[in-house]
């Protein structure tokens, strides 16, 4: 669910904590697998192709992360959308003020 300003609000900090560190640990996980996956595809197919710099495995990877935040073209609104629905069915009603609904 999508908490309003209001529900919000009506947490204290404490509640409002742990939720949010419940939702980040669960992040952690599945962020790290994927990085880890882009990494090793990033060193994979730059090697293959003569691409990697003589340099350390942590400022390769460090390299590979930094190209991540130089790009807004990583990511399809309407593939996300799709996602949701198939993976999580959940279904986007409206893009500027978030609303989800299940389905």
């Not at 939720?19 to 996956?37: A, Q, R, S, T």
């Not at 003569?50 to 495995?57: A, F, G, K, M, V």
């Not at 959308?81 to 609303?99: A, F, G, M």
Request: charged share 30%; hydrophobic share 40%; aromatic share 8%.
């Amino acid at each position: 669910m999508v908490l309003t300003t209001e529900e919000e609000m009506s947490l204290s900090d404490e509640e409002f904590n742990i939720l949010m560190e419940k939702f980040e640990e669960e992040l952690d996980i599945y962020v790290k697998g994927m990085l880890e996956g882009y990494i090793t595809h990033y060193i994979g197919v730059g090697y293959k192709m003569s691409c990697i710099t003589e340099n350390t495995l942590e400022t390769v990877a460090i390299t590979a992360l930094a190209l991540l935040s130089g790009s807004n073209k990583l990511y399809d609104l309407n593939c996300i959308k799709k996602r949701l629905e198939e993976e999580y069915k959940l279904q986007i009603v409206n893009d500027e003020k978030l609303t989800i609904k299940e389905i």
